[in-house]
Every structure is written in C-alpha cells, then in structure tokens.
C-alpha cells in the first residue's frame, strides 16, 4: 500500500542531542517536503527535495539539515537539540506535475527539554 | 510573498449545524485545496479544485474556487462530531512546482 511514514511519532529528549526524523514514503513521488508546526497553528515549510541529491531550504529558517540519497527517504537532523526546536514535525511528498498537492506522513512530536 | 488569509479562526457549533469557512488571497492561484487535520497526526487532503468557479462535493463537504482566482470557501453539512479538526486551505499555480502556500486554519469544534 502506497503511503508515506514518520519515525519516531512522539520523541523526548534533553538538551544538546542529536536527532533523526526519518520521513519515507512507497509512492515514488520525486518531491519531498518538511513542515513546522506548533500545536494547531500553520504549516511553516522549513526544508523541500525534488529528487536526489537535492535540497533547498524553506521559508522558515531551521537550524535542521536534510539529505536525499534516495527517493523513498527524506531524513530531517538536529545536530544540538535546543527546547526551541520542540515542535510537531510533518513530512509531505508529492508527484512531479500532480494536481493532487501534497501527501502527509502523520508527524513527529519533538519534545527538547 | 504570497499570503492566505483564512477565516474564521475557531469555530464552536453545535451538532447537525452547517459550517462554513473560507480563504482570501493576495495573488491567483491556479489550485485551491482543502485539508482536514486531526489531532497529533498529519492534514489528509479532502478536496480539490482546478478551475475558477468550480464546486466540488466529497459527502457532506462542498468547496468552491472563486471566480476571482484569489479565494475559496468550504462548507460542511449537517456537522457531526467527528468533523472535529483543523481546517488548512492550501493554494498552489503551475509555477511553483506543487509548492503550497497554507492559511493559517480554522479549528472547528463541535457540541454533540
């Protein structure tokens, strides 16, 4: 079944760690995205891909890296958790030329304390 | 930068009321979506539209891209209380490259 998947859901942890969010997804889509979110505000973009080996940064400014080695995988990485970076974050794919928009994974909630 | 302006913010409503809610833009967009959020997990796509003044049905959801290119509207039937959630209207045009821009969401709540 075709689907995109977020690990962890739910993570906890203390102050200068450093962290994966992994993002993958079955449907081959070329374009991946990761989102901020606060609870139950907006959707901030803070990182994209068009394929691999590509990757741009969003409108918002992240201290988060990226990488696309491969297209079925966008992990997101915090080199030095801070509790600023406590926050949901969402991963989102999408098929070059689609008019369907964006498909999202169910989110990781970071917790820095 | 682009902007969507989406409106109200939260609404709290009463069982079997309608709802309605929309998006107003600064600049065109050639699509306007509609996602519904549930708590802790990601927004699921509920409805799209590609041309001005189209309306679109999915059950008890309508949604309409507005003649102007700059605003949409959904409107939910008959609201349950499942319809609980965040609301995001979502424009994009053929130039952005499936680049969303977000409204800020409408929380809806309702009493059963």
């Known amino acids: 079944e075709a689907d995109i998947y977020q690990t962890p859901r739910y993570l906890v942890i203390g102050t200068g760690k450093k962290i994966t969010l992994e993002c993958s997804q079955t449907?081959?889509?070329?374009?991946m995205y990761w989102y901020q979110q606060d609870p139950g505000m907006e959707l901030h973009l803070i990182h994209y891909?068009?394929?691999?080996?590509?990757?741009e940064k969003g409108d918002l400014s992240s201290e988060s890296t990226v990488s696309r080695i491969r297209t079925e995988h966008f992990p997101l990485t915090l080199e030095s958790a801070r509790p600023s970076h406590t926050s949901q974050y969402l991963c989102?794919?999408?098929?070059?030329?689609?008019?369907?928009?964006?498909?999202f994974g169910p989110g990781t909630r970071l917790t820095v304390l | 930068g682009q902007q969507l302006n989406q409106s109200p913010q939260s609404m709290f409503i009463q069982e079997g009321e309608d709802v309605s809610m929309n998006c107003t833009s600064s600049?065109?967009?050639?699509?306007w979506l509609w996602y519904k959020q549930d708590p802790g997990e990601g927004p699921v796509l509920l409805i799209a539209?590609?041309?001005?003044?189209e309306l679109t049905s999915n059950g008890r959801l309508t949604a309409q891209f507005g003649i102007t290119r700059k605003d949409s509207f959904l409107n939910i039937s008959a609201s349950i209380p499942s319809d609980v959630g965040i609301y995001f209207c979502?424009?994009?045009?053929?130039?952005?490259?499936?680049?969303?821009?977000f409204g800020g969401g409408t929380r809806l709540m309702v009493k059963p």
């Open positions: 891909s068009y394929g691999v080996n590509s990757t």
């Open positions: 539209l590609y041309k001005a003044g």
């Open positions: 989102a794919s999408s098929e070059e030329g689609s008019k369907v928009g964006q498909f």
């Open positions: 600049s065109i967009f050639n699509t």
């Open positions: 449907m081959g889509h070329d374009k």
């Open positions: 979502a424009g994009t045009n053929n130039n952005a490259g499936n680049m969303l821009t």
